[in-house]
């Protein structure tokens, strides 16, 4: 594939990051000949280490085809971090503000001018138990409908295992070499909510159908089953509250009871 736009703030990242992803892991790459040679197009991948973007990015460099991550706007204020996502192109995503929109039409832009925008659809680490993908938020979707880019789904597997989600200091464990297993599979077929209105439920739709594309790639990287349930972090959240709460009032009433 062609790699005129890959550029020489991302060839330079490369240079800085290539040499250790090869020292520490190993790999096993599938599924580029699903990455579109020409056009813009979007990746939707599962996100289970604060490695894997590096890992991902690797995978996707030897595409030829660089991807734009949306990335938290306040990585932007990093030191060198910061100037690396920027020289790259990456989009920066501003949470819950009036600038909120910026990253969705800058992702809109960047697909209509023949890029690769990379979604995480799950918009953060996954909190699921078993490692699977969570339920996703309706941004990728939102985006494919509207500039009816192809959405290529990829399941990544291996950064997880030397850095799990959410692991700190002596919790990581690079040695012996793991495995870096990315997989991607044909383009999400969301043909049937073409021309429809962008509601709710249609975003949700889509968005389920591209996390299930996704999850079963995952399931041929782990040669596991897909799980008959998709791990909602709202719903488990909400329901850990209303547990904490019903003990609090159980308590409350055995005190009371006590002291009668």
């Known amino acids: 594939m062609s790699r005129h736009r890959i550029g020489f ?7 800085i990051a290539k040499p250790p992803l090869l020292v520490l892991f190993k790999r096993d790459w599938r599924g580029m000949e699903h990455v579109p040679a020409e056009g813009g197009f979007i990746t939707a991948v599962n996100h289970n280490s604060y490695a894997d973007p590096l890992s991902y990015a ?5 595409t030829g085809r660089v991807p734009r991550f ?19 192109g990456q989009i920066p995503v501003y949470r819950e503000t009036t600038d909120a929109m910026n990253a969705f039409r800058a992702a809109i832009a960047a697909i209509e001018n023949g ?34 880019a192809p959405v290529i ?8 295992l030397a850095m799990p989600p959410y692991a700190k200091g002596r919790k990581t464990h690079f040695f012996p070499r793991k495995t870096l297993q990315v997989l991607a599979g044909p383009p999400v077929d969301l043909e049937r909510f073409y021309g429809k209105e962008p509601t709710p439920d249609v975003l949700r739709e889509a968005t389920e159908a591209i996390m299930a594309a996704i999850t ?6 782990r040669q596991e089953p897909v ?31 006590d002291e009668k």
């Open 216 to 221: 079963e790639l995952l399931a041929e990287v």
């Open 115 to 148: 890029e690769c925008v990379a979604f995480y659809p799950e918009g953060t680490l996954t909190r699921d138990p078993d490692m699977w993908p969570m339920a996703g938020k309706t941004g990728a979707a939102r985006v494919a409908l509207q500039t009816r």
């Open 153 to 160: 789904p990829v399941a990544q597997w291996g950064a997880n």
């Open 70 to 88: 949306l990335a938290k706007a306040g990585l932007f204020k990093t030191p060198f971090v910061g100037m690396m996502l920027r020289g790259t």
């Open 9 to 15: 703030w991302y060839r330079l990242a490369a240079v």
């Open 58 to 62: 690797h995978w996707q460099y030897n």
């Open 227 to 257: 799980p008959t349930e998709v791990y909602d972090h709202r719903r488990a959240r909400a329901e850990q509250r209303r547990r904490a709460a019903a003990a609090k009032a159980a308590a409350r009433t055995t005190t009371g009871e």
